[in-house]
């Protein structure tokens, strides 16, 4: 089946510590992104890619960086800059970006104390 | 400020009663996607609706969307237990730099009782 994997499920950091948070599709689309969650709010875009070797900034992506070397891959790396890197982390991918359906991966939830 | 906002933020209904949820927005729009999430979970797709469009049907899901009043709604019918969940809505609009953005509400949470 294909679909979105991120792992891990739970991750759990100390403060200071750079985290990256894995994100593979298996859907052959073109554009994926990050978003994060905090409870009772909605998603909030943090990077996203429309092809290999490029990527966009969202709307907060102070303290994050991403990579997009291949097609499936999109690691998002929490740095020690990020002042609240405790939240919910989700990574889609859609066919062909813009404004086109998005599938979404299960999410790892991120604790940094 | 929020460019789409569901109405209400949590709704409790009994089982086999319908379920309606509202999203407002702010600017124009290409599209009007409605997402669900479970608990813990991620999001999955549920319905798209063109700014053309003004009624779509997917099973006992049905969505509505006027442009002139910048609004959408989702009805479920005939809710379960399991339909318990989430549920947000997404505009999908043009940026001044002309680009494509979707941008997701802060969802409804949905609580249906068996």
């Known amino acids: 089946d294909g679909g979105i994997t991120q792992s891990p499920k739970y991750l759990f950091r100390k403060e200071g510590q750079n985290v990256t948070l894995s994100c593979e599709q298996n859907l052959n689309h073109d554009a994926m992104y990050w978003y994060r969650q905090d409870p009772g709010q909605g998603l909030r875009l943090i990077y996203y890619?429309?092809?290999?070797?490029?990527?966009q900034k969202g709307d907060i992506a102070e303290g994050y960086s991403v990579s997009r070397e291949k097609k499936e891959s999109f690691p998002l790396t929490v740095t020690s800059a990020q002042k609240n890197p405790t939240a919910f982390y989700l990574c889609a991918s859609s066919p062909k970006g813009g404004t086109s359906p998005l599938h979404f991966g299960n999410g790892t939830r991120l604790t940094v104390t | 400020s929020q460019q789409g906002e569901e109405d209400p933020q949590a709704l409790s209904i009994q089982e086999g009663e319908n379920a309606t949820m509202n999203c407002s927005y702010k600017?124009?729009?290409?599209?009007l996607q409605w997402y669900r999430q479970n608990s813990g979970r991620g999001l999955v797709h549920l319905i798209l609706i063109r700014s053309n469009e003004r009624e779509k049907h997917s099973g006992r899901l049905r969505v509505t969307l006027d442009t002139s009043k910048k609004s959408s709604s989702l009805l479920i019918t005939a809710s379960r237990a399991a339909d318990t969940a989430s549920y947000f809505c997404?505009?999908?609009?043009?940026?001044?730099?002309?680009?494509?953005?979707?941008?997701f509400g802060k969802g409804t949470k949905l609580t249906v009782n068996p």
């Open positions: 890619s429309q092809i290999v070797n490029d990527f």
């Open positions: 997404a505009t999908g609009l043009l940026t001044q730099g002309g680009s494509e953005k979707l941008v």
């Open positions: 600017t124009s729009i290409n599209n």
